[in-house]
């Protein structure tokens, strides 16, 4: 399963390959990277098809979270990818956006990576 | 007419007399001067009896001017010349026509009138003299108590003066200190506005200490596993990785360091201690602390926050923190503007804030721009004053562009211009000396 991680800081990169080193090596997940939601939306243009599931923070310098999941509800729906928004602000307000604008799952920084895992593990499947 | 003479000389020493009468000086002189009258009016019997008129007048004359000279020599005397120095015509004439006398008889004899009228006017003119003296005497004495009058004036109005200057001193004493904790009101206000971005910006860093402690615990774990397979070169593998996750977890540790750090030092007074400073760094920590800040508030806002700094900047010699606070006044401000308008403009609003740092010629630029609310020309002049603000009381101090003037523009000898346009856009231009 390919699995696109959106956020801005750079160090989500070796963090995510190193909480996911069993599961990669077994090509159980396979990880690609953007740092923003521009460089998500060109990733998309050139092989949405590939992409099963998407991981994006929501506050990221220029376009939003909220905004790149709206555009990939818009874009891309067939097969529409799975979008899991991640935020450091966990409030009511920002779940309903993100669930109104057609959010698969919303989790909260610091990130609980079993948990992920275990979410993954079920998208998975 | 020779009489004359010997009775101006007695009416000077009774006067002397009578003046003296009170003065430390009388007990000495007044017998002396008893006995002077006295011999002035007998020197005359004596003379006239055993002389004629012509010796009379001359040693009349002589006896007054000796009186003069003596007056003017006696130390004792000197205040009381002004008694003297009227006889001077009469001793004139006195030696004119008591020489005419001797001489020239016959012509004295024909006109002897007039020189009696210039006797007795001479005579006369000793006593008017001493009336206009009496007169200036009494208008000095009335100036005199004027002046005395006058300083006591002067010296009242002196003190109320210099009490005033002392209640002035200590209102620009307690001015002063006001001022300075309204500073530092101004920034704590600023430092609370900071709080949840700054609470955010180490949340970040924090999450990357404990997500790479704990991935790197597990990897040891991994490690051994492989150690006890035997397969080294896996085994090798981790520990690279364990190496370059402590470097992180280095990294991002510093890097909350440094927020609270950067938070400290804008708390605390200004050091006014100018350092070598790297502008953009500035300019984006402050950014995305005012942003952070803002998006903690008001969990509906989202802007899109756009950077151009120009990487040739030189280091600048600057207080870091007041330039800071000057930044974070102006993306307040700049995030102020464009929420009030996401509230009234359509959806179609892209509310957006742009940093651009430049260097032009010997100075470097800074613009921080927003499509906000824009400022109405009426007020555009007024945006610098102290306590000046457009929002509701309790929400803005009116110190900040203020403050920020004061920073720029006294401490950096910089300038700060504005342009704007009214719901279109604002735009600050600082603009500071390299």
Request: no cysteine.
């Amino acid at each position: 399963m390919k699995i696109l991680v959106v956020d801005d800081e750079a160090d989500v990169q070796p963090l995510f390959l190193q909480r996911f080193r069993r599961e990669i090596r077994e090509h159980e997940f396979d990880f690609d990277f953007a740092l923003s939601g521009e460089e998500a939306l060109a990733y998309l243009h050139e092989r949405h098809t590939e992409i099963v599931l998407i991981l994006s923070d929501i506050n990221m310098p220029g376009m939003s979270g909220l905004e790149l999941l709206s555009r990939i509800r818009h874009e891309y729906d067939t097969p529409p990818p799975m979008v899991m928004m991640i935020t450091a602000y966990g409030d009511e307000e920002n779940h309903r956006q993100a669930m109104d604008r057609g959010a698969n799952d919303f989790l909260t920084k610091p990130l609980d990576f079993n948990l992920l895992k275990e979410k993954l593990k079920t998208f998975n499947k | 007419m020779g009489f004359f003479y010997y009775l101006a000389a007695f009416i000077i020493i009774r006067r002397l007399n009578k003046r003296l009468k009170g003065s430390s000086l009388y007990p000495k002189w007044h017998s002396l001067l008893n006995v002077a009258s006295v011999i002035a009016i007998l020197l005359f019997f004596g003379i006239h009896a055993a002389f004629n008129d012509g010796v009379v007048d001359l040693a009349g004359a002589a006896l007054l001017a000796g009186m003069a000279y003596y007056a003017d020599k006696e130390e004792d005397l000197k205040d009381w010349r002004i008694l003297f120095e009227p006889t001077y015509p009469l001793i004139g004439v006195g030696v004119i026509t008591g020489l005419i006398e001797l001489l020239v008889n016959s012509f004295y004899e024909k006109y002897d009138t007039y020189f009696q009228i210039a006797v007795t006017a001479a005579f006369v003119w000793i006593f008017a003299r001493w009336a206009a003296t009496k007169k200036q005497e009494e208008q000095l004495k009335v100036s005199i108590e004027r002046r005395a009058e006058l300083e006591v004036l002067v010296k009242e109005r002196t003190i109320e003066l210099q009490k005033q200057k002392t209640e002035l001193e200590e209102t620009l004493k307690e001015l002063k200190t006001t001022q300075s904790q309204l500073i530092q009101s101004e920034k704590m206000a600023s430092l609370g506005e900071l709080t949840a971005g700054i609470a955010h910006e180490i949340q970040n860093p924090l999450n990357f200490v404990n997500n790479f402690s704990d991935v790197s615990a597990e990897l040891i774990d991994e490690m051994e596993e492989e150690l006890n397979k035997g397969d080294t070169a896996e085994a090798l593998a981790i520990a690279a990785d364990i190496k370059q996750n402590l470097e992180k977890i280095r990294h991002h540790g510093q890097r909350a360091d440094g927020i609270v750090k950067g938070m400290l030092q804008h708390s605390r007074a200004s050091s006014n201690v100018k350092e070598p400073t790297n502008i953009n760094k500035l300019a984006d920590e402050y950014l995305r602390l005012a942003y952070h800040g803002l998006r903690a508030k008001d969990k509906s806002f989202n802007a899109d926050l756009q950077t151009s700094f120009d990487e040739s900047l030189p280091l600048v010699e600057m207080v870091p923190q007041d330039i800071g606070r000057v930044l974070l006044n102006l993306f307040n401000n700049a995030f102020y503007a464009i929420q009030k308008k996401q509230l009234i403009a359509g959806p179609d609003f892209k509310p957006s804030v742009s940093i651009i740092t430049a260097k032009k010629g010997k100075s470097i630029e800074i613009l921080v721009k927003d499509n906000g609310l824009g400022i109405p020309d009426n007020i555009k002049d007024k945006i610098l004053q102290p306590f000046f603000t457009t929002k509701p009381t309790g929400e803005g101090t009116g110190l900040g562009l203020s403050l920020s003037y004061d920073i720029v523009v006294k401490a950096h000898n910089g300038k700060i211009d504005v342009n704007s346009i009214e719901g279109e856009f604002t735009e600050f231009k600082i603009t500071i000396p390299v």
